[in-house]
């Protein structure tokens, strides 16, 4: 069965600061991967995704998620970080063959950003 | 609309009544998902549809759950006699299902939080 962990409960980074958050996974074949942001009260925003090629993919708002298969990792990554940034973070695997099914969530790790 | 919406937003019942929840896709979306989110968890898959069709229930927690779609846009997640360890926010996805590289992106809803007393 697909899993996905994300080892950091919580971190905090100071504004302008670089941040790293790792994703591991565990699937048998090329898994699609995920990552997604919510903010308190809302739904899950998008950041980007991974299907093929490029291990390196850019997503929206200043991030980027390197795909390294050796590892089983997905690590979202931002160079500098705001205030917005501000959030929960989820890392999400989906099959890779097929049409529409299931998501699996990692359990999350929530960015609080200081002055 | 422009995207997922889901009513209520909150929504608190006494232990043992029956809830609904609704969720309003993407308009032109064919498949539906349903998730569930307890406090400091990430989402966890309950059913998913392909227009009207559920084709697969498999996380659906007890035989209190039920989901419908019957026209293959708007879908009901109803709750019956609730327990409180059913309290939890219910999100719903919805994604095109067109094929090639927008497959499999699915959009959520704002979640409807619910609180069992």
């Known amino acids: 069965a697909q899993s996905v962990t994300q080892p950091d409960i919580h971190i905090t980074v100071s504004e302008g600061a670089s941040l790293e958050l790792r994703c591991n996974y565990s699937?048998?074949?090329?898994?699609?991967l995920f990552w997604y942001v919510q903010s308190p009260g809302q739904g899950l925003q998008l950041l980007l995704k991974y299907f093929s090629g490029d291990t390196l993919v850019q997503g929206i708002k200043g991030f980027e998620a390197e795909f390294k298969r050796s590892q089983s990792s997905f690590n979202l990554r931002k160079p500098s970080v705001h205030w917005s940034d501000a959030a929960e973070y989820f890392c999400?695997?989906?099959?890779?063959?097929?049409?529409?099914?299931?998501?699996?969530f990692g359990t999350g790790t929530r960015l609080t950003i200081i002055p | 609309g422009a995207g997922v919406s889901q009513s209520p937003r909150y929504k608190v019942a006494k232990r043992g009544q029956d809830v609904a929840l609704r969720c309003d896709p993407i308009s032109g979306h064919v498949s539906l998902f349903w998730y569930q989110q307890a406090l400091g968890q990430g989402p966890e898959f309950l059913t998913y549809f392909q227009n009207e069709a559920q084709l697969d229930k498999s996380g659906l927690p007890s035989d209190r759950f039920f989901a419908e779609r019957p026209e293959g846009s708007v879908s009901t997640l109803k709750i019956q006699r609730t327990q409180q360890e059913d309290s939890a926010v219910y999100l719903c996805?919805?994604?095109?299902?067109?094929?090639?590289?927008?497959?499999?992106?699915?959009?959520f809803g704002a979640g409807t939080r619910l609180s069992v007393l």
């Open positions: 999400a695997v989906g099959p890779s063959n097929f049409g529409n099914e299931k998501l699996t």
């Open positions: 996805a919805s994604s095109l299902d067109s094929g090639g590289f927008a497959k499999n992106i699915q959009y």
């Open positions: 699937y048998g074949a090329t898994p699609y």
